[in-house]
């Protein structure tokens, strides 16, 4: 394994972390929020390491306007992000790419997706869901005690009495670029046709927008179900992985992700789970 500095525009760098032989896919962690290229807790250097010894070359930099970069956002995201990719091809050869990261950083992967033919999969941690029944029904079955019964009601009361005057509040579809609910499926349908794998985790830590298993399907119909797909659900997990086992956790089930359905030797089969 080797790990060096790659300059980029504007400045800035990162760090690539290259594979022992022939790098046939590159993963390009992106980071989210005021966490820098490390991850949090240094999720991303632990597990780009990790896949570098399995044969995967990873790249983590920060997004302009984000940790270290914070005053660089001078140019439109998703051009930045097609920039690296360039970077990236011509210092390593390779032409496929796994992007992603968490929050808002699988927003950027999702949309990047979409638009560069190059990459060819996606690590959403995190990322898009519409709530619907079964958020409704997940919720209205989270135990409570009969005082915070009484609290919800009584808010839901007030709320209802002063819809009509207050602005309505935000959610968060409104600061995430959250493709529309009749869009979602179009565009993971399009997506698998094109051969992309996904591997989509919900943590416990977005409990405010997701709460059931059934959401997933929910939010993007019939391609949910495709087998270039890999949802799941980690309810116990908060948001950044802050436990030292979760994210250990995590990182296992990343590189059996990789190794199952990335490496040009491995059979595409329906996805089964990993450690």
């Keep these: ?55 995967f070359a990873s790249f983590r930099f920060d997004q302009p306007g984000i940790g270290d970069a914070v005053m660089a956002a001078e140019r439109p995201q998703q051009a930045l992000l097609t920039d690296v990719l360039d970077r990236l091809q011509a210092r390593t050869g390779c032409q496929r790419f796994v992007v992603g990261g968490i929050c808002s950083a699988a927003d950027a992967a999702w949309q990047l997706g979409l638009r560069d033919p190059r990459v060819q999969g996606l690590l959403l941690l995190d990322p898009v869901a519409y709530g ?11 135990p409570r005690s009969p005082a915070a019964l009484w609290r919800a009601l009584t808010r839901r009361l007030a709320a209802r ?4 005057q207050a602005a309505p509040a935000a959610v968060e579809a409104d600061y995430r670029d959250w493709p529309r609910p009749d869009e979602a499926p179009l565009q993971l349908a399009a997506l698998c046709r094109r051969g992309v794998e996904v591997l989509a985790l919900y943590t416990g830590g977005i409990a405010h927008y997701f709460l059931h298993p059934r959401q997933f399907a929910a939010t993007f119909g019939a391609a949910a179900r495709d087998r270039r797909v890999r949802f799941d659900y980690w309810p116990r997990v908060d948001h950044l992985f802050y436990r030292p086992a979760d994210r250990e956790r995590l990182i296992r089930h990343v590189c059996g992700w990789a190794q199952a359905r990335l490496s040009a030797a491995s059979p595409k089969e329906p996805q089964r789970g990993y450690p």
Aim: charged share 20%; glycine share 14%; hydrophobic share 45%.
């Design 1 to 55: 394994m080797n790990e060096s500095v790659l300059e980029l525009d504007g400045g800035r760098f990162g760090v690539l972390h290259e594979a022992m032989g022939a790098t046939e896919v590159v993963f390009v962690l992106l980071n989210a929020g005021s966490v820098h290229r490390q991850g949090p807790f240094r999720l991303y250097v632990h597990l780009a390491r990790q896949l570098a010894s399995l044969g």
């Design 132 to 142: 619907g029944r079964w958020f409704q029904l997940a919720r209205l079955l989270q």
């Design 161 to 164: 009495g002063e819809r009509g």
